[in-house]
């Protein structure tokens, strides 16, 4: 059976539903997301390699966890349950920021979404799916950024348009005494 995720407009107010793969034809209807975005206390943040075989924006370094809500679903519930799914661990997480893109891919495929960002903190094992992504690596900040730099094709649209911002939200907190 296939996943029906939530098309929305500008505002993210739900106009409908549309199956995974055909939102993401031609230019992408627009369709609410969410990335995830965790670091551990040492203040590095977690990227995975999307996996190869993915139909779309695979072999690039990313956030954590990125994922779109089902059709009836809330995005609290969502978000919980595609980073147990992505990274095989869950922890509290804040949305921090929303943003809307649309980023074009090989082979008619693209991105159109009203991308909600959240940011947690986790410490421990990350035993990811294999499936998801092919490899994990837990990074400083100023490395990511000198890499993004140097190699942007290496590296999600979304990845490179919110991590400013995050990295903003993410010291802003911390220095608050949150991680």
């Known amino acids: 059976m296939s996943e029906r995720i939530i098309l929305v ?31 551990n206390p040492r203040g590095e943040m977690l990227l995975q390699l999307r996996s190869a075989k993915k139909y779309h924006f695979g072999g690039l370094w990313t956030n954590a966890c990125c994922s779109h809500p089902r059709a ?16 095989g661990f869950d922890t509290e997480l804040r949305e921090v920021f929303s943003f809307i893109y649309q980023a074009d891919w090989k082979d008619n495929l693209a991105e159109h979404e009203y991308d909600h960002v959240f940011i947690g903190t986790y410490e421990g094992p990350v035993p990811g799916n294999p499936e998801e992504a092919d490899a994990w690596a837990w990074v400083r900040p100023e490395r990511i950024l000198e890499d993004v730099a140097k190699r942007p094709d290496a590296y999600s649209p979304w990845f490179k348009i919110a991590l400013p911002r995050v990295l903003e939200a993410h010291r802003a907190h911390a220095g608050k005494g949150g991680a």
Not at 27 to 32: E, Y
Not at 76 to 86: I, M, P, S
């Open 72 to 87: 009836g679903e809330e995005l609290a519930e969502a978000v919980h349950r595609r980073l147990k799914d992505e990274c």
């Open 9 to 39: 407009d500008e505002h993210d107010r739900p106009i409908g539903t549309e199956d995974k793969l055909v939102a993401h034809q031609g230019h992408g209807k627009l369709h609410r997301a969410f990335s995830i975005f965790i670091f």
